[in-house]
């Protein structure tokens, strides 16, 4: 892969505002007293305080908000579906069109990196219990960093070589670049949260802890029972993001792709195979546009890159003999309607499953493997939250039920007397 086409995958893709433009944009907030925007947040993130925070050039303030109620608060500037939660909320959608809040909140925590804020910070004196943390995606991270600031030691492993998990390994830089994620990260350790990567822990391994989360996400792989699904150059969205962010310069992604879903990971991988040097690369979905989950910025900026998206089409058969040639469709509604695709390379973003977790802990699962924890208790000293218990949501849902989780379990820890 050439210099240029690296940069072209790893380049941020939309701007963020200046001083400026931050100063304008925060202007237009009405200052609500019962701020629609904040209850819109799942993760309690509070817009309206930091939009506040930065109309009145206190962006250290603005900062310290997002970062005590949303400790990834800067991946989540960069992937939250603002325009169906706080934006949508918005009061000035009845006048013209709502605050641009993740912009906003992208601002605030970008200067918290310039001028080396320190915004959190872990109480001195360490309480007795010692808490592991499995996995070191969103919900974990945030559960971590709740226990951290209420005092306790925490040690999160994680199997692979990095923290972050679906933020590092599972979506393209050009929407989320890794520096962002790593200042997040930061935030964590420096609350003194401890980290063993390349580290597959199960229950034995976890015996002597005083408590356990459980926030592993969902990583298996979820491909469809039709022909051809054994041949070279199929992959699953996860495996597929996963090789392009760890290989680097050693993957190739083909020159004729194909990904089938509409969700924001179906326009990842078209975005990752056509940055990483791809000629052809098309979307197709079963539904239409409409129905798509995926935000519709994202289907633009797909759009403006030359991705081709085709509805109305589902995957019938994986055409080739040892690696794939084509792809016949089939209509999803219109049962007689017939396509066929060539392409050397298809990524099937249509969700993920679960791997096994009770090998890990002791937990109920459901039929599809997803751990049982109402309020994220999951029975006796374990807890869970984040995909492996809602089958996979957003980055800001992770967050929320990351939080809740923690909550569950300084309440078990206090009653327990841990001091």
């Known amino acids: ?68 109620n949303n400790i990834l608060g800067g991946s989540c500037a960069r ?47 360490k309480k007795a219990a010692d808490i592991a ?13 709740e226990l951290a600031k ?83 150059g199929v992959y699953s969205a996860v495996d597929f993001l996963k090789n392009a962010r760890i290989k680097k310069d050693d993957f ?20 990752t195979a056509k940055l990483l040097g791809a000629d052809d690369v098309k979307i197709v979905y079963r539904r239409t546009l409409e129905e798509a989950p995926g935000n519709m910025t994202e289907f633009h900026y797909a759009l403006s890159l030359g991705i081709g998206i085709t509805t109305g089409m589902a995957p019938a058969a994986i055409k080739g003999s040892k690696k ?15 396509l066929e695709l060539s392409a050397d390379t298809i990524v099937f973003a249509t969700g993920q499953t679960a791997e096994d977790m009770t090998e890990v802990a002791p937990v109920k699962v459901t039929e599809k493997g997803y751990i049982k924890a109402p309020k994220g208790k999951a029975g006796a000293k374990y807890f869970a939250a984040g995909d492996i218990v809602n089958g996979g949501k957003t980055v800001v849902e992770a967050v929320a039920a990351g939080k809740e989780a923690a909550a569950s379990m300084i309440a078990y820890l206090e009653k327990k007397g841990v001091k």
């Open 79 to 125: 992937v939250c579906p603002y325009d169906k939660l706080c934006e949508e909320a918005c009061s000035r959608c009845g006048i013209d069109k709502p605050i641009e809040i993740g912009k906003l909140q992208r601002y605030a925590v970008e200067q918290e990196k310039v001028f080396k804020m320190k915004t959190l910070e872990a109480p001195a004196k």
């Open 133 to 145: 943390c499995v996995g070191a995606g969103p919900a974990s991270l945030a559960c971590a960093a």
């Open 252 to 271: 190739d992604p083909g020159r004729k792709v194909l990904v089938v879903g509409g969700g924001d990971v179906a326009v990842d991988c078209a975005v």
């Open 1 to 68: 892969m050439s210099k240029v086409v690296k940069a072209k995958y790893t380049a941020e893709a939309v701007a963020g505002f200046t001083h400026r433009t931050a100063m304008e944009e925060a202007a237009r907030c009405l200052l609500c007293h019962d701020a629609p925007c904040s209850q819109g947040c799942p993760a309690g993130t509070d817009p309206a305080k930091f939009i506040r925070s930065i109309r009145f050039r206190n962006v250290k303030g603005a900062a310290e908000t997002i970062r005590e």
């Open 324 to 338: 794939v040639s084509a792809v016949e469709f089939s209509g999803f509604r219109d049962k007689e309607a017939k």
């Open 150 to 232: 209420a005092g306790y030691k925490v040690t999160v492993f994680e199997k692979e070589a990095k923290a972050g998990g679906v933020l590092t390994y599972g979506i393209t830089p050009s929407r989320l670049p890794q520096a962002v994620v790593d200042q997040d990260i930061a935030q964590v350790k420096g609350l003194g949260v401890k980290f063993e990567f390349n580290k597959e822990v199960k229950a034995a391994d976890l015996a002597d802890c005083d408590a356990v989360f459980v926030g592993t996400g969902l990583w298996g792989a979820n491909l469809p029972k039709i022909e051809g699904t054994d041949l070279d």
